[in-house]
């Protein structure tokens, strides 16, 4: 049975969410009859002002693809005067076989594998093929187009019903966050400051999913027999400096600063000897660099409702070498040194050269051969798409 609490969605496994109550508004700072913003964000419609918003969604069959745009066109039609919205469809096909009406009325970039070659100049194995880590050749042209944020949302992921509106807004408002903590909801505490409250340096927000969650294939294998209830937080949760989180690729939204670092790895089991583990390793690596830089990340709303389950013992099968491998490989990720003064690039090759050492400082863990050499060498590549690169007019 689905619940719906007044500060959290509630739900068994699959679950979907409901009406936001007003308790919700007051933490999002949006209830007029409250003076003062809560809780920590400014006035979200300061940064919908002549932005550019690039979503890229990786895809596969034309069936699906009508279906997600069918659901999205009308939420991102609406959206308020100043906000641009650019769409960067990727197929993750040899060659282009959906058709351009699918997204009739919408400013759409349209890609598969053979424009990869094309557009990275020899580097184009950098790219994984089969996988959704794909999703990071739309997210390098929408950056080279100058976008100022990069959303990226998966096929199977729709608009939460009655909320698909506000969506775009819902993750900017986490890049206008104040850097004070709130103690207590519904209202200030004595000593928030009224007017002078700074501003948090957030560069990632990661949106969640209601109806199917993202859980592993072990996890997913043991909630058949005893199902857990799980629950979405309502707001934006800030990550701590020096913590880790599963970032899950699925609906997340970049600065564009972060984008030479939001590499999403190889994968491919028959190809890497390592799937799923794309986004989840990409975003300790992004943690880094954003403690490395001062910047933050924040996890929660906007929800999407996530509709296609996958098969558990096939994720299993992907999963089982790197699920070893990452019980080391985070802290070793995380606890990377890196000597002050580099930028975003000069950080992440920093952290490159890291992953090359991988098997020989950690001997004790099964590693496919040759997999970490080559992947340093990808997201030295990766960086330098972005060092040599002008942006698009």
Known sequence: MIQFSEDRWDGAIGFSASAISRSISVR??????????????TNPSRMTQNLTIGICVPTVGEQATRNFFDAWRPCWQAQRPGLCIRVFVHEDNQTKTLDSSLWRG???????????????????????????????????LAWKAGCDYI?????????????????????????????????????????????????????????????????DGPTSLMRMREPRRVSLRSGHEVVPPGMAFPLCA?????????IPAAYNLLMGLDTAGFDRF????????LKRILDYKGWYVTTGEPFVRHVKRSNAFTNLRKEALGIQVHEYLWEYILDT????????????????RRMREFPERVSAVPCPSGYFPRLADAMIAWTELFESSIPDP
């Open 28 to 41: 999002l700072g949006t209830d007029a009859s409250h003076a003062r913003q809560l809780p920590g964000s």
């Open 106 to 140: 919408l400013e759409v970039t349209y890609t598969a594998q053979d424009d990869i070659a094309r557009q990275l100049s020899g580097r184009e194995w950098i790219i994984p093929k089969g996988s959704g880590a794909c999703r990071c050749f739309p997210m390098y």
């Open 151 to 215: 959303v990226t949302l998966d096929y199977d992921c729709y608009p939460e019903p009655e909320h698909g509106g506000r969506y775009l807004s819902a993750h900017l408002e986490s890049f206008t966050r104040d850097r004070w903590f709130r103690t207590i909801d519904g209202d200030e505490a004595r000593g928030i400051p009224y007017e002078r409250l700074g501003k948090l340096g957030v560069r990632i927000n990661h949106g969640l999913w209601s109806d199917v969650p993202d859980l």
């Open 250 to 258: 699925m609906n997340v939204c970049y600065h564009r600063s972060v």
């Open 278 to 285: 794309d986004d989840i390793w990409s975003g300790i690596l």
């Open 337 to 352: 040194p890196i000597e002050p003064g580099l930028s975003v690039t000069g950080a992440f090759t920093v952290l490159a």
